[in-house]
């Protein structure tokens, strides 16, 4: 090849293996320059990061632990952390990955750096830094594998005997998916048990209680041990909530003053709902108001009775009331209802003529010859302290709740289910099966109550229509419901064998 006479002038002899070469304060071309100088000297060629299989994260030292995908950014900054001590006097130009097989356990980074040497000379240099993957269980699996290691726990109770609040609370934490990140859920009599391995975690699960159920809360912690060189503490916390003892469908009576305070409201009311308030209506003037928990524990009311006090009646006549008027302060009327005056009988004493004069909230559903449960008063001991100061004539003889339907067949064509927490049982009532239905009955009923659930279509069911079947009973439509997810047709299962034809 032709040297030009200008190109001669500028360029020397490298001093090493003559060669000529640009001008540069080393004297020397690349070649002779890296055989005396290694600028990657004391970077590691291999490096070991920790991985933990449950729940694949990443160990970041000193103890914090960090979900990365691979050739990730995050996983690309937790990798150069590790040689960051190493890398105090290089200058790091680019950093990329090269690809290795997933299940290899090597993640393998191309590092360009530069760095002065001789005379002021910058040299730069491409290498390749290994990272052996090895596992190690963080401390959260550690936990979640003991089952029995924890460091806080969240006991919810209810002091009645129906769990319907329960059940739709067991709902909401599925929709929320609050139930992840406890260790351990234990189901006991009055009550069910979360437990956690850190205290923030109890505490975002009283949170949330609180602003879906109307309850009170305590806390307490147990010194477990102490480190008196570091001034270290070691507790075991202890959150208990209490949710009111008032369900869905119970007759209360509300003290004078509680009743004023709600609009003059009747003392003798049907609980209709209880999410975050206790929803409540008078069934002698269809009056609504809602009591929050600040509000019940400081006028607190028990019920009058439990579902398995509730008698069956048959409707004798009926008679609607239009035009209710109220008296002076009163609060609010519900719309969804109607004021009716009904003439009833137990089912138990058709041989008699005994029959019973109310008034229902019930009206738009009652149509003589329909059966509806309800609470009898008349002949009933109740020992409640507000019930007992009430004018005898101010007590209803009956108080009705809800229309009676056929449950073999609601059971027979219901083609939904809901989710269930997996958690341990200890002491189960026989009665827990027919409180469940109460449940499932209630959704069906309540569209309101539903809209915080999630419905699943049973696709093992496949309700069989007719013309005998229909009793009126409410029912959920296709709309409402969500198509539970199966892994199967991810993975190639079930699906795969419909993709083959």
């Known amino acids: 090849f032709v040297i030009s006479s200008y190109s001669l002038k500028h360029c020397f002899l490298c001093c090493t293996c003559g060669v000529p070469i640009p001008p540069n304060p080393a004297n020397m071309c690349v070649a002779c320059l890296r055989t005396q100088v290694d600028i990657s000297e004391g970077i590691p060629k291999q490096v070991t990061v920790h991985f933990c299989k449950q729940c694949e994260r990443y160990l970041q030292p000193p103890a914090s632990w960090v979900q990365c995908a691979l050739e990730s950014r995050e996983l690309l900054a937790l990798c150069l952390k590790k040689l960051k001590s190493s890398m105090t006097k290089v200058r790091l130009i680019d950093a990329g990955f090269l690809w290795t097989e997933p299940h290899s356990k090597r993640i393998k980074i191309k590092l360009t750096i530069q760095k002065e040497v001789m005379n002021g000379a910058i040299l730069q240099q491409v290498f390749v830094v290994e990272f052996v993957v090895q596992y190690q269980m963080c401390d959260d699996c550690h936990r979640v594998e003991a089952k029995d290691f924890w460091k806080a726990v969240v006991q919810v109770r209810q002091k009645t005997v129906h769990k319907k609040t329960f059940y739709y609370l067991e709902q909401l934490i599925l929709k929320h998916k609050l139930h992840q990140n406890s260790l351990n859920i ?9 437990y956690y ?25 147990r010194l477990i041990s102490h480190d008196i060189h570091s001034n270290t503490y070691n507790y075991k916390s202890t959150f208990s909530v209490e949710i009111v003892p008032v369900c869905k469908d119970n007759v209360v009576c509300l003290s004078p003053r509680l009743a004023q305070s709600l609009g003059n409201m009747g003392q003798v009311c049907v609980c209709v709902r209880v999410t975050s308030t206790i929803h409540l209506i008078d069934p002698s003037t269809l009056q609504v108001a809602e009591v929050d928990g600040n509000t019940y524990w400081r006028y607190p009311f028990n019920s009058l009775c439990n579902p398995r006090q509730l008698e069956e009646f048959i409707v004798m006549d009926l008679d609607i009331i239009r035009d209710q008027k109220l008296g002076a302060g009163a609060g609010v009327r519900s719309n969804k209802h109607t004021l009716a005056e009904v003439w009833v009988q137990k089912t138990s004493e058709m041989d008699t003529s005994q029959q019973y004069h109310c008034r229902t909230f019930l009206g738009h559903l009652l149509n003589i010859g329909d059966l509806v449960l309800g609470f009898d008063f008349a002949n009933s001991n109740i020992n409640d302290e507000h019930l007992n100061k009430m004018n005898p004539h101010h007590v209803p003889d009956v ?103």
């Open 399 to 501: 108080v009705l709740i809800k229309k009676s339907y056929d449950r073999s067949r609601r059971v027979k064509r219901r083609n939904w289910k809901l989710q269930e927490m997996a958690r341990d049982r200890e002491g189960m009532d026989t009665d827990d099966e027919r409180q469940y239905q109460d449940f499932l009955e209630d959704l069906e009923e309540d569209e309101a109550l539903r809209k915080n659930v999630n419905i699943y279509r049973d696709a093992s069911k496949i309700p069989v229509e007719s013309d005998t079947d229909d009793d009126g009973a409410p029912r959920i439509s296709l709309m409402e419901m969500m198509e539970e997810l199966s892994l199967a047709d991810a993975t190639g299962g079930e699906g795969a064998d419909m993709m083959t034809d």
């Open 186 to 194: 234990k189901e006991i009599h009055d009550g069910i048990d979360f």
């Open 197 to 221: 391995g850190s205290k923030q975690h109890a505490q975002k699960m009283v949170d949330f209680l609180q602003c879906t159920v109307p309850c009170r809360s305590k806390t307490s912690q």
